[in-house]
């Protein structure tokens, strides 16, 4: 069993900037590959980013591209996903999740298990 609790989410004006954290327990957090998706209301879960073990392989969607970025700290059994030049747009809930295997994947059905999410707001 894995238990992913994120945290860093806030209200914040266009522009700004958030770090959001997923701290993972009850599993060797090296061994899986972790990724970001986000819910705006009346939206679906959306892909965010991914990285894999290693930090080896990187993805984004094409929307948050060179404004957000997306690591971890196997030492630390957590993986961040700094946000930079925020938009109103990308105003969510953010949710962390620990993948089936180490790699990167942009399917949610790839991924095991799932941290409660963090509201992140985005004021214009």
């Known amino acids: 069993q894995v238990q992913l609790v994120e945290s860093g989410g806030g209200v914040v004006q266009a522009g700004g900037s958030l770090r959001l954290s997923c701290v993972s327990s009850?599993?060797?957090?090296?061994?899986?590959?972790m990724g970001w998706f986000r819910q705006a209301p009346g939206k679906q879960r959306e892909f965010v980013a991914t990285?894999?073990?290693?930090?080896?392989?990187?993805l984004y969607t094409d929307s948050v591209k060179g404004r957000f970025t997306i690591s971890r700290d196997n030492a630390k059994n957590t993986v961040y996903l700094q946000m930079s030049s925020l938009k109103p747009e990308d105003t969510a809930v953010y949710y962390c999740?620990?993948?089936?295997?180490?790699?990167?994947?942009?399917?949610?059905?790839?991924?095991?298990?799932w941290g409660q999410g963090t509201q992140v707001t985005v004021s214009s």
């Open positions: 990285i894999n073990w290693n930090g080896g392989w990187i």
């Open positions: 999740a620990a993948g089936r295997t180490s790699s990167t994947s942009t399917n949610h059905r790839d991924y095991t298990y």
């Open positions: 009850g599993r060797t957090f090296s061994s899986y590959g």
